[in-house]
């Protein structure tokens, strides 16, 4: 039996210490916001947070979280979550949608850490989030709004 | 008269024969002197001191920077294999493979070496190496040098590398022998031996030259 901590909630799964974090919050938990991309830390779907950084929950075994905090998109915290779903909506950024769970999370903390983030910061925190439906200049948009209304909030 | 005469004779000669002889004899006591009187010092210094245009000791002298410079040749397949190299890029992307790519998801340096925002090396790069086909080797402090020292080897002659190695602001080292230490101890480094295509010399045969280098007198590369 190993102990999680996920989205605040205490857990205890029966699963072996190998076994990915991806499988045991989408399969186990059945927290499906988070996806399944590549399995291979290349595209940055399954991203999710780990004691706050953007960890690829594909490659991580659920042993690296033992003690820890995951946070998955069903769990942001709302001074992020909110500023960054108003701008994802009103920039109406999805296309599938498919690696947009990623995006967010991704984005998540590039807004934690830079308040006002440029085009560089933006390209530096999301470039490795691969979206096949090239929605990358909405989401630099989208990340620009979300950015102001965070602001505006505090 | 004549008789006095005669003996005054006699006498001069023994004293002229005796004052050669003696001029003779403290020559001979004398060390020799160069022939060439334009020298800088006329004297030659004594027998138990090397003098510097000594040629058995140029010849050692010369052997020990031949060594060292074929040692520094040695040690720099190792800078510069992609396990060494692609962690001390010329830019602010990491290099990946052993083709050296820049490394994909175009993650960045940062300040502190250790990445950005959501693309920081841990979050990848866990304390161990991951099994299968490219998957991310991981190490407990996984990172690149920081920014205001980021110790670029990529691009860089044997001899441009070594100049680089004897600059305590390109090391952030006090002294070369903490280059040894660096080499010899740190656990990145010893890492880098353990995953992947290995360089071409074993850990202990990297440290040996790198030691054989600076022993030798760290002799600067001719390229
Ligand atoms: S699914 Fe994890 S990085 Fe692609
Ligand atoms: S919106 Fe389709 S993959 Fe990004």
Redesign the interface.
């Known amino acids: 039996m190993i102990q999680l901590t996920v989205n605040g909630k205490q857990y205890e799964v029966d699963v072996l210490p190998d076994m990915p974090i991806l499988w045991v919050i989408r399969d186990k938990l059945k927290l499906t916001g988070t996806k399944f991309g590549c399995g291979?830390?290349?595209c940055?779907a399954c991203?999710v947070h780990l004691d706050g950084?953007?960890?690829?929950s594909c490659?991580?075994p659920v042993s690296?979280a033992v003690g820890k905090e995951i946070v998955t998109i069903e769990g942001l915290q709302p001074s992020l979550s909110k500023p960054l779903m108003e701008a994802w909506t009103e920039i109406d950024v999805p296309q599938c949608g498919y690696c947009q769970t990623g995006q967010i999370?991704?984005a998540a903390?590039?807004l934690r850490?830079?308040n006002d983030p440029s085009d560089q910061?933006i390209?530096?925190?999301?470039?490795?989030?691969i979206c096949r439906c090239g929605t990358y200049q909405r989401i630099r948009k989208a990340i620009h709004l979300a950015a102001e209304l965070k602001r505006s909030a505090t | 008269m004549k008789n006095f005469h005669f003996t005054l004779f006699h006498h001069t000669w023994k004293v002229i024969v005796c004052i050669v002889l003696a001029i003779a004899s403290v020559n001979l006591m004398l060390p020799a002197r160069p022939t060439n009187t334009n020298r800088s010092s006329a004297i030659a210094p004594p027998a138990t001191i090397m003098p510097k245009n000594n040629p058995a000791a140029d010849d050692n002298e010369k052997k020990r920077e031949q060594e060292s410079k074929a040692a520094f040749a040695e040690a720099y397949t190792v800078f510069m294999h992609p396990r060494c190299m692609n962690c001390h890029p010329s830019g602010d992307v990491p290099l990946q493979g052993d083709d050296s790519h820049q490394h994909t998801q175009g993650v960045k340096r940062g300040p502190d070496g250790k990445g950005l925002y959501a693309l920081k090396c841990s979050n990848c790069h866990q304390s161990v190496d991951l099994e299968g086909e490219h998957l991310p080797p991981g190490h407990p402090n996984w990172h690149l040098p920081t920014a205001a020292r980021p110790m670029i080897f990529q691009g860089k002659s044997p001899r441009q590398l070594a100049m680089s190695f004897k600059d305590s602001t390109f090391t952030g080292f006090r002294s070369i022998d903490q280059l040894v230490e660096h080499v010899e101890h740190d656990k990145l480094v010893i890492h880098s031996f353990t995953y992947g295509t290995r360089p071409p010399l074993t850990h202990e045969d990297f440290v040996a030259k790198v030691k054989e280098w600076i022993d030798k007198g760290a002799a600067l590369p001719d390229k």
């Open positions: 291979a830390a290349q940055g991203t950084q953007g960890i690829r490659i991580s690296r999370m991704a903390i590039l850490e830079n910061d390209d530096n925190a999301m470039s490795g989030n």
